[in-house]
């Protein structure tokens, strides 16, 4: 079997697993600047599924599609420290303001340039929890999905077998490649990142990102192509203008709540056998566990 | 989210060395390889770029998988199916974890696929791994007998056994025997020359052996026939894919239990000569061991700063009389002089570290072209330093460990005998620092050398007292000036008095006297580059103040009769 072209879809996100109390402005937006910027959890997951894939056939390459600011060329370093070949940021005034569905669309539309027998992505991104990019990419190419996914089992170049993570139970689907995977958080976790991979990716940078290098950088580039990382504009893909960004955006936030949790109501239980059975019932069927 | 690296600023510190620059340039040979190799570093600058985004790595996988896994690997601990070892699940774990970031073999040469990282980076990455888990620290550290390889081993030899460190082999060391422990020289395990096949096989049983059902093993054994000492020893490999040994039990132990302790039976198991005949004892284990001894070191450090954290944070959270006890004066010098013995520690750690990179760089300099004198000399100088402080930093710091860790358990009241904290299993690990790899005892026979020969005191008048310190901290150095001449006076009575007897009485007390006042200089010194320190050196300086003020009275008190009582 020839190695498979796999593109890994990710997100660099706010880290909103630790918030603080200035994570969010008064206007009810998210705070960007107090929230350090990390590779989206699913994501990771994702990149793992992938690199176990160009573990086991030989000759698989795996690039990383990310869509964000300059410095999500982070994104792509950290994916190459782990194992990843390489990557494409996609960056542009043009994609802000993007919903799930503009960024989608430009997320295929980038697709288009590249060739790919598996499109794996992490089921959702910690900072829209929407989980929708991933099977609207999958729509917008014609290709089907298999989400869930929390283990790519066996793949033959032709048909991939995967291992879904649903709600009551597991499942095992089959699916005709190309296609597009979205992969669970309860994967395996992916690799750490390689002190090889390090040493050898860390002066990587994107275009935006080596307009404030130094003449060492370039210096540098030019033995070692690779720490020049690939930038797509809006003008390197192919797109209807419309559909981008906030003019391609549906989705409009009509109002922002900050919720405050306040626990008021205790229950004071003497601990008896019966006590402790009804809590739990309770618990149980307002859904608190379970 | 722990990272052990970037929550201890300590660490950045002491990596960034004024000696670290030429210890860099010669470990890198002048940055020759730049062009050549992609992760060779093209400057200082860059190489120590790439040490502390390793170590970076490596402080994330030690909180993150390492810390997290320490329970249950003590609980579960290894088992030996079919005479082999299988690890606890959070071993193997912690073991594939660290292979694929590319954490194995980190000293060695990049032709090895090794990451050419010099003695100080490395130290740290095994002080963080020890934090992490002091008995996974054993497994992960014995990658040093893959430097003793590459030090003695021919070089086939080498590209045979050394890119596989970096592929998730493990290694052991087999020394001690049930008949040999302290007493190496007393070796038996025999190794006989088949003229036939031109190989080695080994017969004889060897114990306690960490990690004894590695890939590939280095064994002393007995190759010439007839012979009852040292000089009948050889070094041998031992690769376990030829079959040939097998492990009869591992120990039930009372601490580092996920590191498995093998009792191995070798029935003609085929091995290969490393280096020459007869050399095995005095030249190689002495170099693998003065490693390992590092290592331990290292573990010290690093399950003593596991331990200081523990109690200081169960010190800030535990109330009684109304308020937290780290505000009583019992539970706060405590804790204050644990950190001051865990920073002098640590000082001593990277110092000796620091010894061993120069001399080591220079040997293998010397193997690729000759040294110029002054390179030599400096060689010279540097062996000499490692050799004596190699053994006084593996018994302060593992005494220190012990006693970090027995006070912090002490801080946690009844909780601290119970399980469910983890500071009895530290307590627990920190117990083998101070016996394995020479007990204390055999490491004040090891430094000894360095008091008796002048040399300790060399350093500490020529070098240490010459440092340049601020003024306001002027009266410390007055002390440890003090310090020294009551060391100094305290050796020439008990070496005028001509019996070794006597000299190996008292050959502790002398030699941690000596240590008092290194390791109160090395915090001094430290402090001129960084104030955090400075509270340390005091504290430091004046608790080895009256102990060495106390050994000295008892020193001066003591007749060469008053042996006899103690004698049992
Ligand atoms: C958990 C564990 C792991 C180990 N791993 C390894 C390993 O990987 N490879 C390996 O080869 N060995 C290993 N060892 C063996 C270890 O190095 C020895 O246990 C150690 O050297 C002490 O030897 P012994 O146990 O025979 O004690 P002994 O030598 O019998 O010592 C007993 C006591 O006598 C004292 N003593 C002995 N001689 C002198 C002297 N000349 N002067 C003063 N005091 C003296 C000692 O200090 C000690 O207090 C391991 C041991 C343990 C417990
Ligand atoms: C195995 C075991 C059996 C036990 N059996 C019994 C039993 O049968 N009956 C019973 O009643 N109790 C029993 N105990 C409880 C035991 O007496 C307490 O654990 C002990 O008195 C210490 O109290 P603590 O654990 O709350 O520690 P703490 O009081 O929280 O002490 C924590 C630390 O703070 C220090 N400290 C606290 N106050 C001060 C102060 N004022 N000045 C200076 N330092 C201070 C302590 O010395 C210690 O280092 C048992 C405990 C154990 C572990």
Redesign the pocket.
Known sequence: MKGLKIVVLAKQVPDTRNVGKDAMKADGTVNRAALPAIFNPEDLNALEQALRLKDTIEGTTVHVLTMGPGRAAEIIREAMYRGADGGYLLSDRAFAGSDTLATSYALSCALRNLEYDLIICGRQAIDGDTAQVGPQVAEKLALPQVTYAEDIQKCDGKIVTIKRRLERGIEVVTCPMPCVVTVNGSAAPCRPRNARFVMKYKNAKGTQEAQDANEDYFALVNERPYLKLTEWSVNDIQSNPADLGLSGSPTKVKNIESVVFQAKEAKVLSGTDAELDAMMKELITNHTIG | MANFYTDNEDLKFHLGHPLMQKIVALKERNFKDAGKCEIAPRDFEDAMDNYDRVLEIVGDICGNVLAENAESVDHEGPEVIDGRVKYAAGTQQNHDILTQAGLYGMSLPREYDGLNFPMVPYVMAAELVSRGDGGFA?IWG?QDCAETIHEFASEEQKRQYLPRAAKGDTY?????E?D?????QSVQLKATYCEKDGKWYLNGV???????DAHISLV?ARSEEGTHDGRGLSMFIYDKANGGMTVRRI?N?L??KG?P?CELVFKDAPAELVGERKLGLIKYVMSLMNG?RLGVGAQSVGIAEAAYREGLKYAQERRQFGKAIIEFPAVYEMLTNMEAKLQAARSVLYETSRFVDMYKAYTHIANERALNKEEREEMKKYQKLADIFTPLLKLFSSEYANEIAYDALQIHGGSGFMKDYPIERLVRDAR?TN????????Q??AAIRGVTTGQFLKQIREEYEQTSIRPEQEYVREILKGMTGAFEAAVTKVTAVGESEYV?FHARRLVEMAGYIILGYLLLIDSQRCDRFAKSAEIFVKYGQAKVAGYAAFINDFELKDLGMYKK
């Not at chain 2, 060897?206 to 004894?212: A, S």
Request: charged share 20%; proline share 2%.
């Open positions: 054993n014995l052991a060391m087999d020394l001690t049930p040999a422990g302290s007493d190496l060897k114990r306690f052996i960490t990690n004894g002393l120990e132990k601490g580092i590191s302790t390992a083998i016996i394995y790899e020479g007990t204390s005892q055999l004040v026979v190996d």
